[in-house]
């Protein structure tokens, strides 16, 4: 029997991250400020720390790259881990809404898939 052994660095979110595409971002809007995403997932996201306070709820939009109309709602703000972000997770998203990120993450996992097959780098964050 072959043991595979996977390790992971503990975020506190349970979903799996991926990084935007720098030439196609996912732009967010949080207590009206534009900001870049680091990183989303089904359950949330990393942004550059200085522009929410972390210990607070926020309402948010997300404009996807792959979706015909944004993504709203509230988000968490928690301290990220370095102190130069700040980690939010989503609260009570619709199911539309949770798909909408589903479908953008799973769609960023296949450019990640793609370009690890190919030998080539891509934007895809690996």
Known sequence: MNDITVRAVPTGRMAYQVVPDPDDPVILQIDSKLSRVLDISATG???P???VSAGRRYP???DMPTAKKPVNGY???LPGKSGESVQCV???LSAEEADTIHQYVLIRQK???R???TGGSSSSGF
């Open 45 to 47: 996201f990393n942004m």
């Open 90 to 92: 989503f609260v009570n």
């Open 60 to 62: 948010f939009s997300l």
């Open 75 to 77: 988000v968490d703000a």
């Open 49 to 51: 720390g200085g522009i």
């Open 115 to 117: 370009s690890i097959r």
């Open 111 to 113: 450019d990640a898939i």
